[in-house]
């Protein structure tokens, strides 16, 4: 297909970790969590409740491939077996289909609970920026979701529809936001209620002449837009933190932090993996409360 | 008494030149980005074809999304007329009958209720999605590689009901992409598309009342698998289209103008 010959801008990088400081042998309990989105799929592998190993990579078109790929990925650069896995947790938009899932959540519980985690405890509103929605949730200090609103019906706000933008305008979508700032003035935000008026609208702009980086400007400024009107309905806590993502992508963030007057929290976390944490969490509190997997024989 | 009725749309720019209560020429070019220059291009050629010079027109009237850089561009005093007017004018000057219309044009869909006289008693609009206006029929035409007067047709042959995500356009594009992927037949899809795109049409008819006669306007009129889910999800056999459904709107412009008001 022509597609594919194409330049693919909108391919972020893909990552795995381990850390080099737990050994999992000692551990009493591994958990896992996997959190399977409609664009990228994370599988978090937890030692007693530390972070012990992560994947981060894209979901294909079938979820239960993406979900045991994730795993593998995860534990690519471990030693570890599969079968050590005391209970494991599937979440996200295709959790249904998490072949090794011993139970399933949903994600606005466990981005919760991991924002509780990579963030700490003083996180009170969490957003999360998906590839297909984004939401925002009120929390407490333990991470206990107490209210929240999500936008799942439509693109403008999401990451698909930065994706979509990366492709029109030929950038990589991880240089969106340093380019974005390379403009001498501000541009006016383009349409932030529909991703295919803003497109029609910036190749107008583009045919009047504006720069890649000023219609850069433009869209993130209408992401950021979208997105403030959905936390600003919720109502906004402090500490404010940002997982999913639309976290990495400072063109929007930089500018909702401004409407919103606020600094977000931070983390040396990869936000994208918030949910796969918050499940692995999850599944790590019920194995000590026993209801782990039967113990193999050694 | 000659009138005018100019609809600079998003994606098309009409005219239509009337002469007591008859059209005289109707002439459509695309809008493009410069809305001044289509304006003119499309009065200057309405004009020709009518055999009419700018002077003989009494009165006009402009409508659309890009109704206000008319009176800029022809540089004339006339009438601006909201699109719900327009297009229940439109439409009762070819269905005197019709009490129920709605206009399907490529950035915006619209409905309304009339009145015996043809005026708009209740409405409503969709303007701030792409979902349930042409330009979602023409992005699932791309994301299916074929040509969007073929895609209708196809729908046709087609009798399974695979449902589809109507709220996005740009969500609904990766289903595309996804059932072509699973093999999906392209008939199959593209009454998927269909059905998807005249659900959004259907529920917004529904919410202002269906009556009898119920008439089609806009460029999305002239597609037959469009027509076909409407009708199907209506339960009304037989929609009432005026043979070019794109002019709707430019010949309620004129016929406002034509009254005066």
Known sequence: MSEQKSPEFWRWTESNWVNPQIDWKKAKYITVGVDVGSVSTQAVVMADGEIFAYGNRRTGSDSPNSARKGLSFALEKTDMPETRIDYSIGTGYGRVNVPMADRTLTEIACHARGANFIYGPQV??????????????????????????????????????????????????????????????????????????????????????????????????????????????????????????????????????????????????????????????????????????????? | MISAGIDCGAKTTKVVLMKDGRIMGKVKVLTGFDQKKSILEAWDLALQSAKVSADEVNRTSGTGSGKNVVTFALARTLDLVNDIKAMAKGASFYFPRARTVADVGAEEGRA??????????????????????????????????????????????????????????????????????????????????????????????????????????????????????????????????????????????????????
């Open chain 1, 124 to 298: 009170r509103t969490v957003l999360d920026v998906g590839g297909q929605d984004m939401k925002a949730i009120q929390c407490d200090d333990k991470g206990r979701v107490t209210n929240f609103l999500m936008n799942d019906k439509c693109a403008a706000g999401t990451g698909r529809g930065m994706e979509v933008f990366a492709d029109l305008l030929g950038v990589p979508i991880v240089e969106v936001g340093e380019r974005s700032y390379k403009v001498t003035q501000e541009p006016p935000a383009v349409s932030n209620t529909c991703v295919v008026y803003a497109k029609s609208e910036a190749t107008g702009l583009l045919r009047k002449g504006w720069t890649t980086e000023e219609v850069l400007a433009a869209y993130c400024r209408a992401m950021a837009e979208r997105i403030y009107s959905l936390v600003e309905r919720l109502g906004v806590t402090p500490e404010f933190a940002i997982t999913g993502g639309m976290a990495k992508n400072r063109g929007v963030i930089g500018r909702l932090m401004s409407l919103m007057g606020l600094e977000p929290a931070k983390t040396t976390w990869d936000t994208q993996i918030a949910g796969g944490v918050g499940a692995a969490l999850f599944a790590h509190a019920l194995c000590q409360k026993g209801k782990g997997r039967e113990k193999k024989p050694a």
């Open chain 2, 112 to 261: 309304a209720k009339l009145d015996d006289r043809g005026n708009a008693a209740d409405f409503a609009v969709n303007e701030k999605c792409a979902a349930g206006a042409g330009a979602f029929i023409e992005a699932m035409a791309r994301a299916l590689e074929t040509p969007l007067e073929e895609m209708g047709l196809l729908s046709l042959q087609s009798d399974k009901e695979i449902p589809m995500n109507a709220q996005c356009a740009i969500f609904a594009e990766s289903e595309v992409v996804g059932l072509i992927h699973r093999m999906t037949e392209k008939k199959d899809i593209s009454k998927a598309i269909h059905d998807a795109m005249a659900s959004r049409i259907v529920s917004m008819i529904r919410r202002i009342g269906v009556n009898e006669e119920v008439v089609l306007l806009g460029g999305v009129a002239r597609n037959p698998g469009f027509i076909e889910a409407v009708q199907r999800q209506l339960g009304i056999p037989n929609l009432l289209i005026p043979e070019e459904p794109e002019f709707g709107m430019a010949v309620g412009a004129a016929v406002v103008a034509a009254e005066g008001s």
